[in-house]
């Protein structure tokens, strides 16, 4: 299975900043995912980010709150801007098993306090 | 949206008893697989089973799958207070595509 990091691995931040999160995994992979946790809640996507295409946003998700960047096969970034009280929550990424398996592996996630 | 219910939403154990959780959908399925998470860091997987199987086990976990029901349920056998966590039922077709997941059944094992 592949490893996935991500950066930071929580962060407090003030109302109106934005923050850009990084995924990086050690093999690659043609999809990557990000979902929100937020507290005691379960998991939410918020978009699929395929190498070389623009990210596809679920909905309730834009791309002007959730910016998404997929520069290669290993690496993906989610900004969360102009951030409020409510974008305080728990970010996964997450990225394709390949073609063998219809698992998913997820990151360790990124826990966001926002002041 | 997710995808269906889960119960219970929390669950004490003692040491050592089984733990039963449950997990219902709504739409036709692929597969559906556990996800287990600890103390709200990242998901481990844990188990996948096809729609086409009625049972798997791996280890000290059993799931079943009853799809005329839409139902699924996690067994694990033998608790220990390491299995402390919150535990998932998610949906999909395939590793390239979304992943929906239950609200989560919360459980305690307690020493």
């Known amino acids: ?115 | 949206s997710q995808q269906g219910e889960e119960d219970p939403q929390a669950l004490s154990i003692q040491e050592g008893e089984n733990a039963t959780m449950n997990c219902s959908y709504k739409t036709s399925i692929n597969n559906l697989q556990w996800y287990r998470q600890n103390s709200g860091r990242g998901l481990v997987h844990l188990i996948l089973i096809r729609s086409n199987e009625r049972e798997k086990h791996s280890g000290r976990l059993r799931v079943t799958l009853d799809t005329s029901k839409k139902s699924s349920s996690l067994l694990i056998t033998a608790s220990r207070a390491a299995d402390t966590a919150s535990y998932f039922c998610a949906t999909g077709k395939t590793s390239y595509d979304k992943v929906i997941f239950g609200p989560g059944t919360s459980l305690s094992v307690i020493p």
């Open chain 1, 1 to 115: 299975s592949a490893v996935i990091s991500q950066k930071p691995s929580r962060d407090i931040c003030q109302r109106g900043t934005s923050l850009t999160i990084q995924c990086q995994v050690d093999s690659q992979v043609t999809m990557m995912f990000w979902y929100r946790q937020q507290p005691g809640q379960s998991l939410t996507l918020i978009a699929t980010a395929n190498q070389g295409s623009e990210a596809t946003y679920e909905s309730g998700f834009v791309i002007d709150k959730f910016p998404i960047s997929r520069p290669n096969l290993t690496f993906s970034t989610l900004t969360v801007s102009n951030m409020s009280p409510e974008d305080s929550s728990i970010y996964l990424c997450s990225v394709d098993g390949g073609p063998s398996t219809d698992t998913q592996y997820f990151g360790p996630g990124t826990r966001l306090t926002v002041l």
